[in-house]
């Protein structure tokens, strides 16, 4: 017998490739020296943010100026955020965001010093009024997007400024109106927690925001509203839910930024202010909660002076440049600004995103965060 031959391999099996098997990858894990080095960079972290203001396992001790400056910068973060959910989230923009944390600030300290309340009375009351005057001002300019509607905002700002703040029975007139501390946290370094924890809650509230059926559609809606429009989302109450969170979130920061002043006066809320937050917030990165957070507490730091001084730079500011250390944040702002615009569309927030994934547990890459589109374009004129 003779054997079976086989036939020659015609040229399309030649070049047949077998199908390949798709292997899962396996979910990174670090190693425990990576847990390990997580874990000091977090307890590091901490210990910056809760030990060393309160001057607790600290090497240095810092003055009451200090922490008084710690506490503002804790209190611009919550403005931030207030800001980002009106402009990262809705894609309107605010210029007059002044009047929403003075309207905040002149009602809890009325709610203190004239009606006799406690301070964590009055600062619910000033957040309800914030989102009052925010839901008003919503109502009267849901037409209106893009430059109009931050026209709007901004001529608000500029009535609240000459008008509101002018009335002497809520603000104090020229004079102020004194806003005591609540009972048990007087000093700067008490307060400062105070600032902290309502940080931390305006954070979880925000988070849930993003979270739930309203946040989703926000987002929907700044993509394109007609498109969210043809989903069936309602583009004008969802509208009006973000200027109200916003303007809530603002009133809470206000009534903070108050108690934290303990006097209180008109000329505080200025447009420079708004200016000034609005910044903070583009600079931090639009739609990116700890970016927005660390922008503001850098805008913060550098409006204060304190950067300057820590820096040792005062003597060249003040004296070669002849500028005031109290208005760097204005004069170095606006050239951050055209550099988020331009280089670094995601802000801050981009710069710490590889940081952030690492600290959470994932791999380092450098490339996480990366925003090619420019965020502010995403404001609809």
């Known amino acids: 017998m003779t054997a079976t031959q086989t036939p020659p391999e015609t040229p399309a099996e030649k070049t047949a ?12 894990r670090p190693r425990a ?33 200090d922490v008084g400056v710690l506490s503002t910068a804790a209190i611009f973060a919550i403005i931030g955020l207030s800001l980002n959910v009106l402009i990262g ?34 600062v619910p009351v000033a957040a309800f009024m914030g989102g009052v005057q925010a839901a008003v001002l919503g109502a009267i300019s849901l037409r209106l997007s893009g430059l109009y509607f931050a026209l ?16 002497a029975a809520l603000t104090g007139g020229e004079g102020g109106k004194a806003a005591p501390r609540p009972i ?7 307060y400062y927690y105070v600032c902290l924890a309502f940080l931390a809650l305006v954070w979880w509230l925000d988070l849930r925001l993003t979270r739930t059926k309203g946040g989703r559609a926000l987002q929907a809606l700044r993509e394109n509203p007609r498109v969210a429009s043809s989903y069936g989302i309602n583009v004008k109450a969802y509208t009006m839910l973000a200027f109200v969170v916003s303007g809530v979130f603002a009133a809470i920061g206000g009534s903070l930024l108050a108690h934290h002043d303990e006097v209180i006066v008109p000329s505080s809320f200025d447009f420079e202010l708004a200016l000034l937050f609005v910044l903070m917030t583009v600079v931090g990165g639009l739609r990116n909660r700890l970016g927005v957070v660390l922008g503001s507490v850098f805008f913060a730091l550098l409006g204060s002076g304190f950067l300057v001084e820590v820096l040792h730079l005062t003597g060249f500011v003040e004296g070669v440049i002849g500028l005031p ?3 760097v944040a204005l004069v170095i702002g606006p050239i951050l ?10 802000g801050i927030g981009q710069q710490v995103a590889p940081i952030r994934g690492w600290m959470l547990g994932g791999r380092f890459d450098r490339h996480a965060g990366a925003v ?6 995403d404001v609809r004129a």
């Open 372 to 377: 090619k589109e420019i965020e502010v374009n």
């Open 33 to 65: 020296s990576g847990v390990l080095g997580r874990g000091v960079v977090w307890a590091a972290v901490a210990w910056l943010v809760l030990a060393v203001p309160g001057n607790h396992l600290s090497p240095f001790d810092l003055g009451v100026s």
């Open 152 to 167: 709007v905002t901004l001529a608000y700002g500029m009535f609240a400024e000459e008008s509101l703040f002018g009335i």
């Open 325 to 327: 250390k109290e208005f």
């Open 337 to 346: 600004l055209l550099l988020t615009i331009t280089r670094f569309p995601g």
């Open 184 to 190: 048990g946290f007087e000093t700067d370094y008490q």
């Open 17 to 28: 490739v077998l199908p390949t098997v798709s292997v899962e990858e396996k979910p990174f």
């Open 89 to 122: 989230y809705a894609g309107q923009i605010s210029l007059g965001h002044q009047a929403f944390v003075g309207i905040g600030a002149f009602t809890s300290a009325f709610v203190v010093t004239d009606l006799g309340m406690e301070f964590w009375l009055a």
